[in-house]
C-alpha cells in the first residue's frame, strides 16, 4: 500500500469505529468536548484529536487509528491496516454538544485564566458544593485556599489546580453538580495538597477523593495528597518520578475500590518498585474516599 493510501486511511477512518467494532461504548458522564471517553467492561481508551488520537489512561499507549487497531486486536501493522480498511464506510455514534463550531478557539495563557477565576469565599457556590454536598470540612477548604489550589468553576463547580513540578500551572479539573471537565487548552499534571517536602504521597484519581483522604487523616504533616485527574499524562508520570528522587519517599496508591482503581494502583506499584520506592495501598471502604467522607457524616 502506498503512503498516499495509508494517509488517506487515517483520515477518512476515525478511531471511534475501531472501538465500536471491537464493542467499546461511550460514556457520556465522563467525556468532554474534546475528550470522549469509551468503555468495555474493565478497559478504558480517551479519544482525543477529533477522533484522530487517543490514549489508555491505564498505561502509556496512544497513537493514531493503525496503533489502536494493533494495540485492541494484539496484531502488526499490515494487520492493523486491513483492519482499518474494512471500516472505510462504517458511521460510528458520537457524541452531541449544545454548540458546535469548526473554527479553532483560541486560548488565553492558562495562568492568566486561573487568576481570573474568583477565589471561594462561604458564601460562594463552589463552596456550598464541596462543603454542603461533598463533606469537605472547612479546615480542608481553607488550607486549600490558602495554597491556591481551588477556585471557582462553572456551574457551581470548583476548579482544582495542577501543577508541575516546578510548581507552574498546566491546567485544572473541573468538578460541580452538573460538570465534570477538565481546562480546555491545559493538561494535566498534579492537583498537589498537604506537605510539598513529604515523604508519604496518596495518589488519588480526583482532587475531590484529595481533599475527601486529606480531611479522613486530619491533613497528616508528613503527607502530601495527590490528584492525576483519572489519567496518565507524560507529565503525570515525570512528577511522580521526580519525586521519587528524594531518599524514603513511599507511594500511597488511594485511588478506588473498583476494577478502574486497581489498575491505577497496580500502575503506581509498579512505579514505585522500579525507582525502588516503598509503596503501601490504601482502599477505601466503599467507592471512593468522597463516599468515606460523606457517609461518615450522613
Known sequence: M??????????????????????????????????????????????IHQGRGWFDPLSDKKGDVFALASYLHQCDFCQALQRVGKLVSFQPAH??????????????????????????????????????????PASILQAAINHDVVREGPRGSMCAKHMDRQCRITGWEERGPDWRSFSAGGSKALFRLGNQRGLRMCITEAAIDALS??????MRSDTLYVSTAGGWSQGTVADIEHAAKVGGMIFVAATDANPQGEAFADRIRQIAT??????????????????????RHA
Open 2 to 47: 502506498q503512503r498516499e493510501d495509508i494517509e488517506h486511511l487515517r483520515q477518512k477512518v476515525p478511531c471511534a469505529a475501531i472501538l465500536e467494532e471491537a464493542a467499546f461504548v461511550i460514556d457520556p458522564k465522563e467525556s468532554t468536548r474534546g475528550a470522549t471517553k469509551y468503555r468495555r467492561g474493565d478497559g478504558i481508551i480517551i479519544v
Open 95 to 136: 457524541m452531541t454538544w449544545s454548540s458546535q463550531s469548526s473554527v479553532p478557539r483560541r486560548f488565553a495563557p492558562i495562568g492568566e485564566r486561573w487568576e481570573r477565576r474568583r477565589r471561594l469565599c462561604p458564601s460562594s457556590p463552589s463552596w456550598f458544593y464541596l462543603s454542603q454536598v461533598r463533606r469537605i
Open 274 to 295: 522500579s525507582l525502588d520506592c516503598g509503596y503501601a495501598r490504601l482502599r477505601p471502604r466503599v467507592d471512593d474516599w468522597n463516599d468515606v467522607l460523606r457517609r
Open 213 to 218: 483522604l486529606a480531611a479522613l487523616e486530619n
